[in-house]
């Protein structure tokens, strides 16, 4: 029996995996088709803050963003590489937004010299090694590739395809099928794409307008997105066109920067999660049908008490990061290990709570 299974080896997982087994906890990891086998290992793996107004999600971001430098920096160095950071404004609206954010951050800004007409954010970021980091993470946990079928709670243990048994266990598995299905969990799937290229093209940057584009590395640079809401590969009738993905991706790129002599590596894809509120979700899951059936629960109020409701015991999950999968998850991982080792409460803004409450109130 293990202390803790997590189910899901993208970044997520594979951070919570990290925190836990860190404290000497015995883990176990699941994933169908490997560690970093979907957005994860699509991800061009950017370390970037929200460039917005205002609003929850800009809030958590930013901590998110300052926690993930310093944590990547102090425990996987060779993993990670600080690089200058200029994000470009796209049209007049983004340039009004970009110079805001000038006005009222507190972080640190650069200001280095460069040649783009729209507005302009400079900053320290940086850029993970997506599949190494992963990797790294979960290297100290059991890992098994398989899907997991089922998922029953007997004599105080999760049992897991009638073969491994757990305490606690951890769901994290992106926008692909909930193991555990419940009618208010609704993911956005966002189809991701990154392509590495060779290109005589030098860049000492991270930068990010159309597309996100990685810094020069023996000459080859990143460049990638989550530009295809429509695309699910479990559920979509036609294959995804790579042809036209890598196109899009060059064709974005070159709005920012002038490539040359471009000679294609690899293809790089895989489906990332998002919330419908754009907020990712961290907690305990509701059990809806014993909730409801409790009679004495209002539903009708502006501010709920979500410690009225019953939970799945020792059942979390983890997801809907978006394109921030990077920077959120070692940041909402300590804040698990938090709450499941030391009884911290989680922020009712990202508990995955806030979905039923919402999924009952339209049913009412």
């Not at 090694?129 to 059991?142: H, I, V």
């Not at 409790?294 to 939970?311: D, L, M, R, S, V």
Request: aromatic residues 12%; hydrophobic residues 35%.
């Amino acid at each position: 029996m293990y202390d803790v299974a997590v189910i899901g080896a993208g970044i997520n997982g594979c951070s919570v995996a990290y925190e836990l087994t860190t404290q000497e906890k015995s883990v176990i990891v699941f994933d169908m088709e490997g560690v970093a086998s979907g957005g994860s290992g699509a991800a061009g793996a950017f370390i970037s803050p929200k460039f917005s107004k205002a609003g929850e999600l800009k809030e958590i971001i930013h901590d998110a963003f300052v926690y993930s430098i310093e944590f990547y920096e102090k425990n996987f160095p060779h993993l990670f590489k600080k690089v200058p950071l200029i994000h470009i404004a796209q049209d007049e609206k983004s340039d009004e937004i970009l110079k805001y954010y000038k006005k009222t951050t507190d972080l640190k800004l650069n200001n280095t010299k460069n040649d783009f007409k729209n507005e302009t954010v400079c900053l320290d970021g940086g850029i993970v090694d997506a599949f190494g980091m992963c990797n790294a993470m979960c290297k100290s946990a059991k890992f098994v590739k398989s899907k997991v079928n089922s998922l029953v709670y007997d004599d105080d243990m999760w049992v897991i395809d009638e073969v491994y048994s757990a305490k606690t266990v951890v769901m994290a598995t992106g926008a692909y099928e909930q193991v555990i299905k419940e009618p208010y969990i609704q993911l956005r799937g966002i189809w991701g794409h990154r392509i590495d290229v060779k290109t005589t093209t030098k860049n000492k940057n991270s930068l990010h307008q159309f597309v996100s584009i990685s810094p020069s590395k023996d000459g080859v640079l990143a460049i990638g997105a989550t530009h295809n809401v429509h695309y699910h590969p479990q559920t979509s009738k036609e294959p995804y066109d790579i042809e036209q993905g890598r196109a899009e991706l060059l064709d974005k790129a070159s709005k920012t920067i002038n490539l040359e002599n471009i000679e294609l590596i690899r293809d790089y894809t895989g489906l990332r999660s998002g919330s419908f509120d754009y907020m990712p979700l961290l907690g305990q899951l509701v059990i809806s049908k014993e909730t409801l059936a409790c009679g004495n629960i209002n539903f009708k109020t502006k501010k709920p008490n979500y410690e009225e409701y019953t939970y799945y015991p020792n059942l979390y999950m983890i997801n809907g990061n978006g394109g921030y999968g990077f920077v959120l998850a070692p940041y909402l991982a300590k804040i698990l290990r938090e709450h499941i080792l030391a009884g911290k409460k989680i922020s009712k803004r990202i508990s995955p709570a806030r979905f039923f409450f919402r999924w009952v109130k339209k049913k009412l």
